[in-house]
């Protein structure tokens, strides 16, 4: 069965430092991986998706089959990005069912 | 509307009791999901509707959880004899059509506490 891992519960930087959340997976196949973040009193919401290979509020995560990874990164963090952070994968079996992570909690410090 | 709404937001109830959470998906979607997100965890699935027909109920942890899509919009999610492991945000969400290509929007999700 598909799994998500995000080791980190909890981390915290400063205001222009850099960022970086870790997803690691378990599955055979070719997963599609997705990156789900939920601001204070708002709902979950997509912020990006490998197959787009695109740039969303400076972060970008590029997927590694060899490592099984799929990690989170900005380069300069700011206090807005402060948020839960959630690591999703659908499967080509069942491409509707998203598998989450337990979330990473990302506080930027001014 | 502009977005899967969900009521109530909150629901507190007595364990044994029966609760009905509503989704009302985005207007023209024809997928619709359920999941559960319980206290430091991550959401999880729960069972799946393409129109008005679950597609995949595997999720549903027994068979005190049921839902229905009867006209394949409004959903509601049953649970009949309620549990205090039963308490956790429940969560919709929606997509134009199934599949990872398609974005799935989520409600804000309804915090069930049995006590």
């Known amino acids: 069965a598909q799994r998500v891992t995000q080791p980190e519960k909890l981390l915290s930087v400063f205001k222009g430092a850099p960022v970086e959340l870790k997803c690691n997976y378990s599955?055979?196949?070719?997963?599609?991986l997705f990156w789900y973040v939920q601001y204070s009193r708002q709902r979950l919401q997509l912020l990006l998706r490998?197959?787009s290979r695109e740039s969303i509020k400076g972060f970008t995560a590029d997927l590694n089959k060899g490592e099984t990874s799929f990690h989170l990164k900005k380069p300069f963090a700011q206090e807005e990005d402060s948020a839960m952070y959630y690591c999703?994968?659908?499967?080509?079996?069942?491409?509707?069912?998203?598998?989450f992570g337990k979330g990473t909690l990302l506080t930027v410090n001014p | 509307g502009a977005g899967v709404s969900q009521t109530p937001s909150n629901k507190v109830t007595e364990k044994g009791k029966y609760v009905e959470l509503r989704c009302d998906p985005i207007s023209g979607h024809t997928a619709l999901y359920w999941y559960r997100q319980s206290l430091g965890q991550g959401p999880e699935f729960l069972i799946y509707f393409q129109g008005t027909g679950a597609a995949d109920d595997s999720g549903l942890p027994n068979d005190r959880f049921f839902a229905v899509r009867p006209e394949g919009s409004v959903s509601t999610l049953k649970i009949q004899r309620t549990e205090r492991g039963d308490s956790a945000v429940y969560l919709c969400a929606s997509s134009l059509t199934p599949g990872g290509g398609t974005e799935a929007f989520f409600g804000q999700g309804t915090r069930l506490t049995v006590v």
């Open positions: 490998h197959i």
């Open positions: 999703a994968l659908i499967t080509g079996g069942s491409n509707y069912k998203l598998t």
């Open positions: 599955y055979s196949g070719s997963p599609e």
